[in-house]
Each structure stands twice: as structure tokens, then as C-alpha cells.
């Protein structure tokens, strides 16, 4: 059963269109991560799902009804820019939110009280929000997004700010939320914690949907012919159907990658190797989200299997870009 549910949806900005036909089906109690670089629109999708604007066309779901205002209590959204009022103490800001999002006030206070100490701020009641730093800042924003416990979540790159240590803290609550019911939209366009958290992802670039589906089956989709072999000595392959696509060497330990043909078998290549090297590693390379995002979104895809170096380049190209 899917929590959210947006079929067809297509938004346009002048004469711009920020969303062209876009579907997308999010199951109860999951993380979903909604990716793609900046201006992919990401964030018009966003817009759409919480009633801050209207599609041109098609339809949003929640919890299989048509998406209405009565939706919006159900909904906690912590948008990328941040909306803190700077002049008003911790507490009172919380319990003003809270209380907007329909709270009784003492359950309010207890609420705000039990984050406070798990997110381990207990002390930041009276302090004014323009005395934190942007990462202690995002704590607040994060507890005032989910304090109300609404089943749909949605974070808007949600560790913009945090050092390593407050961010791993972050994704453990997001972890702990889901197993608690939540359904978590997980918006960014940097794939650090994507793999780590999301079940299920949509990648859209250019107001088009490049593919969605659970994390794991996309990787494993775009797995092919190509396996990593690490051997002492040079391996020589007298067959004319693998190709040896780069090769590094530190001593006599050599690291190749290898393409088999498409109907090939592991075995038998295997076979072929150790007639002339001890194979000491032999993997088949399975690419990264974040490979396989680089590859979609520059729309050349023999960019997965790139080597690190290579990746380096074409990922600071792709955020220069941005």
C-alpha cells in the first residue's frame, strides 16, 4: 500500500516547465529518496505534495484520497532554506509550531521536552535561535518537522550544516522514525546517505523522471559484464572475447578490469585467468547510486564503471555546473 501517490503531474513556471508527466508511488513506512541536481525539480515536486502550489495537471494521493487541505496536518516538511524565527527562544518557537500543527499545549511541552533531551539540547529551552550555529539551528528545525509525529515526513537535504558526528545522529533518528511508522521523502541531490537510508529512489533531471524503483534493484540493474580482478602478476587472456578496459599495477600486484561478453560465464573467465596469475580478488563490479546518477543525469551511462580518478573529474564537472 502506498502512503503517496503522484500520477501524471506536470508544472509549468512561465515558460518554463518544472515537471513534465512525473509519477511517482511511495509505500507506508519507508524512506524514499526524491533525487536529482539542482533545478532537476525536485522541490516543485515538493511544493505540490504540501499545497504550496497546484499542479497544472494530474493528481497527488495520500493514503489512496485525493490530496486536500485536511492532508496538511498530516505532513511534517523541513524545507532546504530554513525557517526559523531568529528573535524567539528555542521553547517558545517549538511550542508555537506545535501548536499549529494542532497539539494540545501540555502534550506539546512534553513532546518538545523529550526532544530536546534526545537530540541531547536540553539546555537550549530559553536560548534565542539567532545565538546557534546553522548545524544547531537544523536540530531545532528538524524536531519542529517531526514533533507532531505526521505519517508523511519530508526532508529537504536534510544534513546541510551538520559536522559528521550531529549528521550520523540525524540519519539515526530518521532510521529510528521509520521504524515507528513514519513514511520519509528524503530529497537531495548528494548521494552520501542515499544508499545507506533509502529503500526506494526516483531519479528526475530536467523535469523528467529517469527511473524510480527500489535501491538495491536499480543497482543490480545496471550491473553488466565487467569484473574487478586483482592478481600477483599480469594477467594474460588469450581469448579474444574479454577486454581488458584499464589495468593499474603497484609492484606485482595488478588490479584490471575486465568485460566479459554479455552471455559469458564468471567461471569460465576465472578459468582463463589463473593459467597465467594467482587471482588473489575477483568481483563483479555492481555500480553506486551515485555512479549510476552521474551517468543518468549527463545521459552517458558508460560512466558507471568510470575508475575513481575518473569519477573525481566528472563529479566536480557536474557540480560546477550546477
Not at 527562544?89 to 501548536?99: D, N, R, T
Amino acid at each position: 500500500m502506498f502512503l503517496l501517490s503522484a500520477k501524471n503531474i506536470t508544472k509549468n513556471y512561465a515558460a518554463h516547465r518544472a515537471l513534465n508527466n512525473v509519477s511517482i508511488d511511495i509505500p507506508k513506512q519507508s524512506i524514499f529518496g526524491l533525487l536529482g541536481p539542482n533545478g532537476a525539480g525536485k522541490t516543485s515536486l515538493i511544493r505540490i505534495i504540501t499545497q504550496i502550489t497546484a499542479a497544472d495537471s494530474g493528481q497527488v494521493y495520500f493514503n489512496g484520497e485525493p490530496l486536500s487541505p485536511k492532508h496538511i496536518s498530516q505532513i511534517g516538511y523541513m524545507p532546504e532554506e530554513r525557517g526559523l524565527y531568529k528573535k524567539m527562544k528555542v521553547g517558545e518557537q517549538l511550542l508555537y509550531l506545535a501548536q499549529l500543527k494542532g497539539m494540545p499545549k501540555a502534550e506539546a511541552i512534553a513532546k518538545i521536552k523529550e526532544w530536546l533531551s534526545r537530540l541531547d539540547i536540553k539546555d537550549w529551552w530559553n536560548k534565542n535561535v539567532e545565538e546557534l550555529s546553522k548545524g544547531m539551528q537544523q536540530k531545532v528545525q528538524f524536531i519542529a518537522t517531526v514533533l507532531h509525529q505526521p505519517p508523511l515526513i519530508i526532508l529537504d537535504e536534510p544534513f546541510t550544516g551538520f559536522d559528521p558526528v550531529n549528521a550520523n545522529v540525524i540519519k539515526n533518528e530518521i532510521l529510528q522514525l521509520k521504524a515507528e511508522g513514519s513514511t520519509i521523502i528524503f530529497s537531495t541531490h548528494r548521494m552520501e546517505s542515499v544508499e545507506e537510508l533509502c529503500d526506494s529512489i526516483a531519479l528526475i533531471n530536467k523535469s523528467e523522471k529517469l527511473l524510480d524503483g527500489p535501491t538495491r534493484s536499480i543497482r543490480h540493474q545496471y550491473k553488466s559484464n565487467y569484473w574487478h580482478v586483482e592478481s600477483h602478476g599480469k594477467p594474460m587472456l588469450a581469448d579474444a572475447e574479454y577486454s581488458v578496459l584499464r589495468q593499474t599495477s603497484h609492484e606485482n600486484t595488478y588490479h584490471s578490469d575486465i568485460r566479459m561478453p554479455l552471455n559469458g560465464s564468471p567461471n569460465k573467465l576465472l578459468a582463463e585467468l589463473i593459467k597465467s596469475v594467482e587471482v588473489i580478488g575477483f568481483r563483479q563490479r555492481i555500480p553506486s547510486i551515485n555512479d549510476i546518477f552521474i551517468a543518468k543525469v549527463t545521459g552517458q551511462e558508460d560512466l558507471i564503471f568510470q575508475d575513481d580518478e575518473e569519477r573525481k573529474i566528472t563529479e566536480e564537472k557536474l557540480s560546477a555546473s550546477e
